[in-house]
């Protein structure tokens, strides 16, 4: 079960794609509903953990996730 955030708190989506990298900034426009993936707020926390790692890091990196390597 995943919990929504408190009044006042970040949004699940500001908590995943964290930082003020172009790339963080890109990923926050996007409707991940509309995507094989599903809502941001239904993804595994082995995914948002993956996804802080990368964008965290100063290299250039890739992941692929789920059946369809989105």
Do not use: C, H
Not at 20 to 35: G, R
Not at 47 to 68: D, V
């Amino acid at each position: 079960m995943v919990t929504q955030p408190q009044r006042g708190t970040r949004s699940v989506v500001d908590s995943v794609f964290v930082g003020t990298s172009e790339m963080a900034q890109l990923m926050k426009t996007i409707d991940w509903a509309q995507t094989p993936l599903g809502a941001v707020e239904d993804w595994p926390n082995s995914l948002r953990t993956a996804l802080g790692i990368l964008l965290a890091s100063g290299y250039p990196m890739y992941i692929a996730w789920g059946p369809e390597y989105v």
